[in-house]
């Protein structure tokens, strides 16, 4: 594990996976931290997809890559540079064999920094093959609502006229259902995950805010297609996911570089994709 604090505010990292663990402000943790929640991951760190691949696999030339939903950078352990005070690198090069899993080389960097913003989180991909190279990544981070999901509200940066893509299982449908009509702000109940997440896609906004009696969380994703809200009924958090990358389309084909908000780096460059978290406690 790797801590880095600045003045009020500490986060610890694990290596594995490069997931934040802890997120406190003032010694108030803001991420989900209950045990008897089913679901124990605090901030899991998705590449090279996000989501689920149809029939699990791309095809790229002729041959099958087959992945994992949300990739595999969270199953991996990441080479941790030594931190500075608020500052902690963690970076994901390819295992031997991973050319069967996903064909391009890469260097894969997570960066961390606190400051008097709270926390910045930097994605930075490297592609290190002769051609250009397609990838997804995203946020998962959960925070903890311990009043309850019901006595949160999120709140997007302007008003917004938006439907949730849907689901068919993992992968999505090509349909949405209204939800805003020109309004910014709802709350947060059990009812709204009835078709497991909450799935907006080229909002206006940049940024959105999770509110409740205790604690006000501001997470910019600024230059992030997607965003999604997921809880797993009966728990007290809600993750609040900036996404470059959604599922599959249930009709679609297995061509990577035709994925929902794919994203594209060329030979020899350098992609950094950064959402930030604000923190106000009550």
Not at 143 to 156: D, N
Request: charged letters at 25%.
């Amino acid at each position: 594990m790797i801590t880095i604090t600045y003045k009020n505010y500490q986060a610890v990292i694990n290596e594995f996976g490069a997931e934040l663990k802890s997120l406190q402000k003032d010694g108030v943790e803001i991420l989900r931290h209950d045990p008897q929640d089913g679901w124990q991951s605090t901030s899991p760190v998705l590449f090279p997809i996000c989501g689920a691949l149809k029939d699990g696999y791309f095809e790229k030339d002729g041959v099958k890559y087959p992945l994992p939903k949300h990739g595999f950078a969270k199953t991996r352990t990441f080479t941790a540079e030594k931190p500075q005070e608020n500052v902690a690198v963690f970076t994901l090069v390819p295992l031997a064999g991973d050319e069967e899993l996903y064909p391009w080389s890469y260097i894969f960097q997570v960066v961390f920094t606190l400051s008097e913003e709270g926390l910045r989180v930097d994605y930075r991909v490297e592609n290190k093959s002769d051609e250009v190279m397609y990838y997804s990544l995203g946020a998962h981070e959960a925070y903890a609502t311990p009043e309850g999901l019901e006595a949160y509200t999120v709140t997007f940066d302007q008003p917004e006229t938006a439907g949730l893509l849907t689901l068919q299982g993992p992968l999505l449908d090509g349909k949405s259902v209204p939800f805003l009509q020109n309004e910014a702000s709802f709350k947060l109940h059990p009812g709204l995950f009835a078709g497991d997440t909450m799935i907006f896609r080229d909002l206006k906004s940049t940024g959105a805010t999770l509110e409740g009696p205790s604690r006000k969380i501001q997470v910019d994703f600024t230059g992030f297609p997607a965003f999604l809200i997921w809880t797993m009924v009966g728990s007290k958090f809600v993750c609040l996911e900036p996404w470059c990358g959604l599922p599959d389309m249930a009709e679609g084909d297995h061509d990577l570089t035709k994925r929902p908000c794919i994203l594209s780096v060329d030979a020899g460059c350098t992609k950094t994709s950064t959402h930030i978290v604000k923190i106000e406690l009550k």
